[in-house]
């Protein structure tokens, strides 16, 4: 197989890059082409009496072609120029003008190539009367305005396919903001999800260890049975503590890592609840006739949540020995109501007139209206204990 064809490739993969970098090389190649056609034909050819072009008419050859390495900078005035050299040029060797046409050719694409429609109207209109004027028949005049028109023609095109592929650009590029907006706006929701879970996690935890660590060292020297029952109460929950954190933290990780996230807790698992909040000493009586209702995904775990925070609330805040919870189906949808004995939680028992506004019940809000509910949390009866009471919709 000839090495020829491999060569040439590469060649002109090389000179693609080169004009690329820097398009005056190819320019001034173009440029010193048609000086060169021009000369050559003006060498080639003689005056009507037979005798030799004088020396200016190479110089107009020349000129003809000069501006063409600035054809890219300033596509109208380096026509302009070239029309201007070819004036006089094509006046005095109308007998080789065919041939002479090359460097009008380039400098009339390019000026077509760059400029907007309302300047190649103009250029067109101006092209057509320098053909008619410039040329001694109608032959002539005809086959000018064709090679000139051709050259506009092509001009446009790439004129109209550069303004597309620019859209196309700016298109991609909307789209990308569109896309990193999303992006940006589906992470802060899911860094918001994952502080909401981990602050449930932890709140309802940690406060369970709490309550059980201080009641340990009371009993442990006058029931010893029921502080070694406490302390492995306390280990349990902070073991389950760590696999719910591992869980979380796992969405965290690096995006190529394949995260192992438990399914989120939902009413199934209230049972278990229940049993961690009694073993710190409260005494919780649970009404779970309406658990069997038919919730989504979302509602069930939103409901599992906002028990455990007002439980949370319950053991943190307040003096209560007894919290009941109960859920009831109601018309299509599902009620939650916790409501304690004790007092407000930040004030003494009986002064309950003000209501808990903590992070716990903002979240409380937030998950029941997340599932198209409504919640909402006030003092009990008679203004003593706490009352949070919730309605999520079955669908």
Not at 121 to 133: D, F, P, R, S, Y
Not at 207 to 234: C, T, W
Not at 349 to 371: D, F, H, M, Q, W
Request: glycine share 8%.
């Amino acid at each position: 197989m000839s090495p020829f064809p491999q060569t040439s490739a590469a060649w002109a993969r090389s000179l693609h890059r080169t004009a690329a970098g820097n398009p005056y090389l190819l320019d001034t190649a173009l440029a010193l082409t048609a000086a060169t056609v021009s000369v050559r034909l003006l060498i080639a050819s003689r005056q009507p009496d037979g005798s030799p072009w004088p020396w200016w008419m190479y110089l107009l050859a020349v000129a003809t072609a000069a501006p063409l390495p600035w054809r890219r900078r300033a596509p109208v005035l380096c026509m302009v120029l070239v029309w201007a050299a070819l004036g006089p040029y094509s006046h005095l060797a109308h007998a080789i003008q065919p041939q002479f046409q090359f460097a009008a050719l380039i400098a009339l694409y390019t000026a077509a190539a760059h400029t907007a429609p309302r300047t190649r109207a103009v250029i067109a209109a101006a092209t057509v009367v320098i053909a008619v004027l410039g040329t001694r028949s109608l032959g002539g005049a005809f086959s000018s305005i064709l090679t000139f028109g051709c050259a506009l023609m092509l001009g446009s095109l790439v004129w109209t396919q550069r303004q597309l592929n620019e859209q196309l650009v700016r298109r991609a590029e909307q789209l990308e903001r569109e896309q990193e907006a999303e992006a940006a706006k589906a992470a802060a929701e899911e860094r918001t999800r994952i502080a909401r879970e981990m602050h449930d996690i932890l709140a309802h935890s940690v406060s369970l260890m709490v309550v059980q660590a201080e009641a340990g060292p009371v009993v442990v020297r006058s029931a010893p049975d029921r502080a070694e029952r406490a302390f492995d109460s306390i280990a349990e929950t902070g073991r389950e503590t760590l696999v719910q954190l591992r869980a979380l933290l796992g969405v965290l990780r690096d995006a190529n890592e394949t995260a192992q996230t438990a399914p989120q807790p939902g009413l199934a698992a209230l049972p278990e609840l229940v049993e961690g909040v009694r073993r710190a000493g409260i005494d919780v009586r649970l009404d779970d006739g309406g658990r069997t209702a038919p919730l989504s995904a979302g509602a069930d775990s939103a409901a599992y949540r906002i028990i455990q925070e007002a439980l949370t609330n319950v053991v943190k805040h307040s003096t209560a020995r007894t919290v009941s919870v109960r859920l009831q189906r109601v018309d299509d949808g599902l009620r939650l109501e916790i409501e304690d004995d004790g007092g407000d939680g930040r004030r003494p028992v009986g002064s309950a007139s003000v209501i808990r506004s903590g992070r716990g019940l903002v979240g409380i809000r937030e998950r029941a209206a997340a599932c198209g509910g409504s919640a909402e949390a006030g003092p009990g009866p008679e203004g003593r204990g706490f009352r949070v009471e919730a309605t999520l919709p079955l669908s």
